[in-house]
Structure formats: C-alpha cells, structure tokens
C-alpha cells in the first residue's frame, strides 16, 4: 500500500484496467510474503530439529559412558553407585501405561460413543465441554488431587503408602480421556449417516448397530486416538512423579513405589551432574523418539485408510 | 435377548459419560471447598514468607502471567503466519507433509523433554540463565503447533466465495488474506490463542528447567521466578503448608477454567462471514 507511487512497472495494468496483471512492485512485495509465511511454517521443523540437536547432543555421551548396552539393558539406575541402566524405569512406565489404558481407554470410547450416539444435545451440550475442560486441567493439579484423595484410598486396598503404579494408573486414566474422546467422536461422527440408518432400519438395536456397524467403520480413528492417548501417558511427568512414589525399582505390586522415564528426570535432575546428566538427557532422548514413532504410526495408519 | 443386551449397553455408555462428567467434578468440587477459605486479598497480593511459605503466593501469580504473556508475543506472529501459509499458499507436496508431522512431532513431545531442551538451549547454551524469558522461549515451542492448527482450521473455515469476490475486485493475495480472511477468522484465532494460553498457565514441566524455582517477583525478562504450578508442585511435594496448596490449586483451577469459558464463549461467536 505503501508503494502505490512505486507501480510503474507495467503501467498497462493501470491504464488498462486489465485483470490478473500485477505491477512489478506488487509482484514482489506478494511473493516477498509468501516466502516470509513459508519460513514461518518452517519455523516448526526447525523446533523439532532443534529439539532432537540439542538433547541429543547433551545425551549423546551415554554411548561411552556408561556405554550404550549398560545404558539400554541395564537393571539398576542408582546415582550413588553410578549406575544408568533404564530397565526399571522402561518397566514402570509400561505398567502405568498399560494400567491407564485399560481404565481409560474404555472409559473414553464409552463416552465418545455416549456423545455420538446417544445422548440427547441437551446432555451432549454438559458433556462435551466437561471432556474439554477436562484436557484443560493442569497435570501438577491432577497430581495434586491424587496425592490427597486417591493415595489414601489405594493406600487402604493395597495395605502400603499409596504411592505407586495403581494411583498413578488412576489418575492418568482420567488425563488420557480427553485425547482418546475426542478423537474417537470424530472418528464416529465421520461414518456417513447412511450407514447408521441402513443399520437402523434392518431392526437393528442402538447397540448392535453400534458394535457392529459404527465401531468396525471407526475402527482406525479409534486405534489412532488409543495410540495418542497412549502416548500422552507416556509422556506425562508431573502428576505421576506425585503419586508414583519414585523408586527406580521394578514392578513388585500395585501398591509399591515405581519410577517412570518422566518422573526420574525431574527428580533426579535438580541434584544430576556428569554422567548422571547426561544420563538423563539420554532418556529425554528415548522419549521423543517414542513420541515420534507415536506420530509416524497414526500417520501412516491414517495413509493406510485413505488408500482402502 | 437382543432388546437386554441394548438396555444393558446404553446403561454402560450413559455410565461412562457420567463417570467422565464426575471426575472433572470431583477435581473442581474437592479444590473449591479446600481451597476457598484461602483466598483473600493478601493471599493473592503478599509474597510467601519463611521457610512454610507462610503468606500469600503474589509472585508466582505475576511470574505466571509474564512467562505466558511473553511467550504469546513470541509465537503469535510465527504460529498465524505458518498457518496462513499452511492455508492459503501451500501445494499439497513433500514441504507440507514434513511441515504437517513435524507439527504433530512438536505437539506430542513430552513437556518434560521440552524442558530439558530449553535447560540445555536458552538456559545453558544462548546462556540466558534461569528466566522468564528463557521460560517463555520454551513455552513458546509447546504452544506453536496448538496455535497453528486451531488457526489453520479458523481460516479454512472462512467461505471460498468471500474469496473470490476479493479477487474478483482486483484484490491481490495478500489483500485478499489481511483484509477479508484474517479478519473474518478473527474469533476463531483468537479461541486457538486462548487455549494455548490456558495451557502454558497449568504448564509445570518446561517452566520448573526455564525459570527456575527462586520465589522472587521477575521485573525484567531476564530475572528468574516460580510459577503458580512449581509453587503448588514444591508445596504438596514437601508436604509444607497445605492450605497454601489447596489455595494455589484453586487459584490455578480458576485461571485455566476462566482461560477456557471465554474460549468457549468466543468460539460461540461466528466470524463475519459465517452463516
């Protein structure tokens, strides 16, 4: 807008009044922007680069020090004898992943088919909100809720302190439901109406239609969302270094202190230095490559279907 | 038989919405009634005095806003343009799918490994030490992709047709975007930049390596502090002064839910355009 005394460069645009020629000022200056947006798109590859140079870069040492088959196969992580080896902590994040999954991931797809197929607006207009305000609430609170409410409660069926898996398990049953809901809805409300009305007018019930016909149709947005949910859980830190009880020991109980990939770094890492450290970085590193092949997996689940 | 097992499944699936509905119900019900009878004037003002962190939580309440404020200014210009590229400019071609994973990449990283980067980069390697700025750095990455999709998808919500009236009057692409697009998806962006907001407020992970834990209240960028969500973390965690943390709780609870009502509210409003 500025340059308007700048047009000049084919005046014929001007005189003519001709469309679709542009004067040499704004050919520029458009594609100027366009290059501008580009590398602001970029920007987000750059992040992930960034982020994978400098952890890895930090967590790199471990392939010497302890060396990478001590760090990847070793059974103890005990800073006072130096010893980084991740197994207890791959252990417990697996327990507590597995056990919010079977709490949560059902708990979720019942609430996601709850919303698409049976409840009135009315109710889906209290529910819908509640699943997202539910993603909202801050993990330090989940945790914090945990810590009073659930511990004493597993603290009393499982006759220990409540710190460990079964609480953690708990609570992050609740943090995954927002993924898994949501996308679940979408998967279901993406089934062409069609389908259901056919389903409906064989003389079909509400739940045969749904076990047999919406759910195999949504089949793979329901694995992707379960896959995501799964990796929220992984990567969850704070609520679970609360009620986890932090103990890089391996599953002995429900009730007994386990630690995570997560919650050992953020314990470990106000006191870390030398090879502690860069044992930690190195986890850090484990779990976006985790995270990573999370989202390579539901991407090329996604491709798999388009091309079905 | 068939008309048993239905009645017994939808009382299933209405059990599992309820249940949902009940567990966010019982995380506000149980911090409302603990919390309340913390919150004053001075709890909200003072700073935490001595070694129980007697007093109020004022600082943690001004670091929280400053690192999220700050980390919004950051990426908003970044976030909005990509996704005006990602909309408006882009072929579908290999550029676009790395651009769209490593987006999805960036929004699945754990907080936790985000916090780590921004120890080792802004804090350690850009050395600028535990503070505020290096924690809105560090946010600024989580919030990127939540801010470009929710963008993206309020301009691809903007009817083709204002478009090509756009063009149609000589317009060219740039105009046609500041004028017409971005102003009709106003709302909607606006919506995406709030939820971000509300999650870097409730974010503890990448702020405990960034900012650092120091109570003290941040004048400059580069000073450090403790978020409302280290100071909760640090309460319950030493088991000090529990009516503080029920109280921070709640004032947590209340931002972040505030964060999300207008949200709601603003997503409610359809843009110019919108039928």
């Known amino acids: 807008m500025t340059n308007k005394q700048e047009h000049g460069g084919s005046g014929l645009a001007q005189e003519t009044g001709e469309l679709k020629m542009m004067s040499r000022a704004t050919y520029f200056r458009e594609a100027l922007l366009r290059n501008i947006f580009m590398l602001c798109a970029i920007v987000a590859v750059a992040a992930v680069a960034l982020i994978f140079v400098f952890v890895g870069v930090r967590g790199w040492p471990v392939v010497d020090d302890p060396g990478i088959v001590a760090f990847l196969t070793g059974t103890e992580w005990s800073s006072t004898y130096g010893e980084f080896g991740i197994l207890p902590l791959v252990s417990g994040t697996l327990v507590v992943t597995l056990g919010a999954l079977l709490l949560g991931a059902p708990l979720a797809i019942g609430t996601a088919v709850f919303l698409s197929e049976i409840a009135s607006p009315r109710m889906r207009s209290i529910v819908r909100p509640a699943v997202e305000m539910l993603a909202g609430v801050p993990s330090v609170v989940f945790g914090f809720f945990g810590l009073v409410i659930i511990r004493p409660v597993v603290a009393d069926l499982t006759g220990s302190m409540g710190f460990g898996p079964l609480t953690a398990a708990l609570i992050l049953a609740v943090m995954i439901v927002p993924t898994i809901a949501t996308l679940t809805e979408d998967a279901l409300r993406s089934v062409a109406p069609g389908i259901r009305h056919a389903s409906y007018a064989m003389g079909a019930t509400t739940w045969q239609t749904i076990y047999k016909v919406l759910i195999p149709a949504a089949k793979i947005g329901i694995i992707d969302a379960t896959i995501l949910g799964m990796g929220r859980a992984i990567g969850e830190t704070m609520a679970v270094v609360m009620v986890a009880g932090n103990a890089p020991q391996f599953f002995s109980g429900l009730g007994e202190p386990v630690a995570t990939l997560t919650s050992q770094i953020v314990i470990d890492m106000s006191y870390a230095s030398g090879t502690h450290r860069t044992a930690l970085f190195g986890l850090a590193v484990i779990l976006f490559l985790i995270s990573m092949g999370l989202v390579g997996l539901v991407r090329s689940l996604a491709r798999l279907e388009r091309r079905s | ?275």
Request: charged content about 10%; some cysteine; hydrophobic content about 55%.
């Open chain 2, 1 to 275: 038989m068939s008309k048993w097992a239905n009645r017994v499944a939808v009382t299933l699936l209405w059990i599992c919405g309820l249940l949902t509905v009940g567990a966010l119900a019982a995380v506000i019900v149980y911090v409302f009634i603990r919390g309340v009878g913390q919150l004053n004037l001075d709890f909200i003002l003072s700073a935490p005095r001595g070694v129980n962190a007697e007093g109020g939580i004022g600082p943690t309440i001004v670091a929280t806003i400053y690192v999220t404020g700050l980390a919004m200014l950051i990426v908003t210009p970044i976030a909005v343009l990509a996704a005006v590229y990602l909309a408006e400019y882009a072929v579908q071609g290999k550029l676009v799918t790395v651009i769209r994973f490593a987006a999805d990449t960036l929004s699945s990283v754990p907080s936790i490994v985000m916090g780590l980067f921004g120890f080792a980069f802004f804090v350690e390697a850009m050395d600028l030490g535990f503070s505020v700025l290096s924690g809105a750095l560090a946010l600024s990455f989580l919030m990127l992709p939540i801010v470009m999709r929710t963008t993206e998808e309020a301009i691809r919500a903007v009817p083709r047709y204002i478009r090509w009236g756009s063009y149609g009057l000589g317009a060219s692409k740039w105009q046609t975007v500041s004028k017409i697009v971005l102003p009709s998806a106003m709302p909607r962006i606006l919506t995406g930049l709030i939820l971000a907001m509300g999650r870097a407020v409730g974010e503890t992970a990448v702020v405990i390596f960034t900012m650092g834990q120091a109570i003290n209240l941040p004048i400059s960028p580069l000073d450090s502090g403790r978020s409302m969500t280290v100071h909760l973390y640090t309460l319950a965690m030493e088991g000090i002064n529990m009516d503080a943390a029920y109280g921070t709780a709640l004032l947590l609870m209340i931002m972040v839910l505030l964060f999300n009502l207008s949200a709601r509210w603003l997503a409610r409003r359809k843009g110019r355009f919108e039928e």
